[in-house]
């Protein structure tokens, strides 16, 4: 399983980003996918989840209302769409898929595969 991560930058304080997930080796809507971000000094921590087959999607409360996972099963490709963005935003995005049931869908053991990371930098 190999995930491909993109989309992160440079944003000033109140705009917008799209991050990709492109997978393959697995079909993605058979798994949950998941976004993590890590600051640096901070631990990894959940960003925002999506069930397979496009289900139920959680998220942190620090992104509620701001931030939207979705998934295109065509493209077999997990989005992350992130609005009005914070400069506590700031870490390194990580796309994680794996067999997370709802108790383990925020924390890194529900995922065995991994990407290798988008940085997101956000200006205050």
């Known amino acids: 399983v190999q995930l491909q991560a993109s989309g992160g930058g440079l944003v000033q304080a109140g705009g917008s980003l799209r991050l990709s997930c492109a997978a393959s080796?697995?079909?993605?809507?058979?798994?949950?996918t998941g976004w993590f971000r890590q600051a640096p000094g901070k631990e990894r921590e959940f960003v925002a989840a999506?069930?397979?087959?496009?289900?139920?999607?959680f998220y942190a409360d620090a992104v509620k209302g701001r931030f939207a996972i979705s998934i295109d099963k065509a493209k077999n490709t997990v989005y992350l769409q992130m609005n009005s963005l914070k400069p506590e935003d700031t870490a390194v995005y990580y796309c994680?898929?794996?067999?997370?049931?709802?108790?383990?869908?925020?924390?890194?053991?529900?995922?065995?595969?991994w990407g290798q990371g988008t940085l997101v930098t956000v200006s205050s």
């Open positions: 080796g697995r079909t993605l809507s058979l798994y949950a």
């Open positions: 994680a898929t794996g067999r997370a049931i709802v108790s383990t869908m925020g924390t890194t053991r529900g995922y065995d595969s």
């Open positions: 999506i069930r397979p087959s496009g289900g139920n999607k």
